[in-house]
Nanobody, 120 residues
Framework: QVQLVESGGRVMQAGGSLRLSCEAS????????MAWYRQPPGNQRELVASMNSDGVTNYADSVKGRFTISTDNAKNTVYLQMNSLKPEDTAVYYC??????????????WGKGTLVTVSS
């Protein structure tokens, strides 16, 4: 059974930096596409950043130049470095990954989320 566990969410001041981590555990053959989503209060979940197995990244316009997604394949961990935080970055951040296991070609997995609150 694959699990994704996010960590690093906390209350921050605007302008600060924060790094979120998401560790995958279980019988993992490969992590194909990894992504961070967020859900601001009262709004729908939205894509923040993604990275495929070739290292190609994609970012929401609202975070370009401020956020960076990266991975440590040896640790099955994906990170989201967030700089120049703004109050509008306040949200629950979710890790998402397309993971291949010995029992399946690939499946989509989600973490339970970690809360980031940015105060002005």
């Amino acid at each position: 059974q694959v699990q994704l566990v996010e960590s690093g969410g906390r209350v921050m001041q605007a302008g600060g930096s924060l790094r979120l981590s998401c560790e995958a555990s279980g019988s993992i053959l490969s992590m194909n596409v990894m992504a961070w989503y967020r859900q601001p209060p009262g709004n729908q979940r939205e894509l923040v950043a993604s990275m495929n197995s070739d290292g190609v990244t994609n970012y929401a316009d609202s975070v370009k130049g401020r956020f960076t997604i990266s991975t440590d394949n040896a640790k099955n961990t994906v990170y989201l470095q967030m700089n120049s935080l703004k109050p509008e970055d306040t949200a629950v951040y979710y890790c998402n990954a397309d993971i291949a296991t010995p029992d399946s070609h690939s499946m989509d997995y989600w973490g339970k989320g970690t809360l980031v609150t940015v105060s002005s």
